[in-house]
């Protein structure tokens, strides 16, 4: 298993500029989340999904969009990037039987370095 | 909501010395509390984590150690080595929520 992937590992955008920063996992987990990590900072919620067809805001979702219309894939889109933007993002994913159940190890993608100039 | 404070935020030892790093937690309903360490440069990866039905646990130089009642869970590392250096992050998960909680983190240095 590959576990967790993100593309690109680097990018600089300009102010304005768009792109979607990718995520895959082939663990089969039901549950994936978006994270920002600003310089020497903890991690921010920016997105999280339970299932395909199923997303919501974590705790810093403007300026962000996602979408999961598969099992495997949880792309993160960045409309109008500003400097504020610049961070470092990690892709995760785990698996719970649900609310109530089991829940599993957040499992890390290796991180997409973002520079907006 | 569910609010996890981790301190300190940043611990030097000796090595062969132990390091304990603290976090509590504001919800009640958690009942999951993972650990996780991040090198430099690095992704977060889990070291250890523990459920509310067990008041510790053990794997090798790390342990875990969960009160409920004060709301505050542990992390114990004994006979620290140079490559424990990096920032350790404990999280906390309600019960009925989808997410974990992340703690500020830890800065951790082990001197040779």
């Known amino acids: 298993n590959a576990g967790v992937t993100q593309t690109p590992k680097f990018r600089i955008l300009k102010i304005g500029q768009s792109m979607t920063l990718q995520c895959t996992q082939d663990?089969?987990?039901?549950?994936m989340y978006w994270y920002r990590q600003d310089p020497g900072m903890g991690l921010k919620l920016i997105y999280y999904?339970?299932?395909?067809?199923?997303?919501d805001k974590g705790e810093v979702p403007n300026g962000y969009n996602v979408s999961r219309s598969t099992t495997e894939d949880f792309p993160l889109r960045l409309e109008l990037a500003a400097p504020s933007q610049t961070s470092v993002y990690f892709c995760?994913?785990?698996?719970?039987?649900?609310?109530?159940?089991?829940?599993?190890?957040?499992?890390f993608g290796p991180g997409t370095r973002l520079t907006v100039l | 909501g569910e609010n996890v404070e981790q301190h300190p935020s940043t611990l030097s030892v000796q090595e062969g010395d132990s390091a304990v790093i603290k976090c509590t937690y504001s919800?009640?309903?958690?009942?999951?509390f993972p650990w996780y360490k991040q090198e430099l440069g690095k992704r977060p990866q889990l070291i250890i984590d523990?459920?509310?039905?067990?008041g510790e646990k053990k794997d090798q130089r790390i342990a875990v150690t969960l009160n409920k009642t004060a709301k505050h869970f542990s992390l114990h590392i004994t006979e620290t080595q140079p490559e424990d250096s990096a920032v350790y992050f404990c999280?906390?998960?309600?019960?009925?929520?989808?997410?974990?909680?992340f703690g500020s983190g830890t800065r951790l240095l082990v001197r040779p």
């Open positions: 999280a906390a998960k309600v019960d009925s929520s989808y997410k974990l909680i």
């Open positions: 663990m089969n987990h039901n549950y």
């Open positions: 523990i459920r509310s039905n067990v």
């Open positions: 919800d009640s309903a958690s009942n999951y």
């Open positions: 995760a994913s785990s698996y719970s039987t649900g609310s109530g159940g089991s829940y599993n190890e957040q499992f």
């Open positions: 999904s339970v299932g395909a067809g199923i997303t």
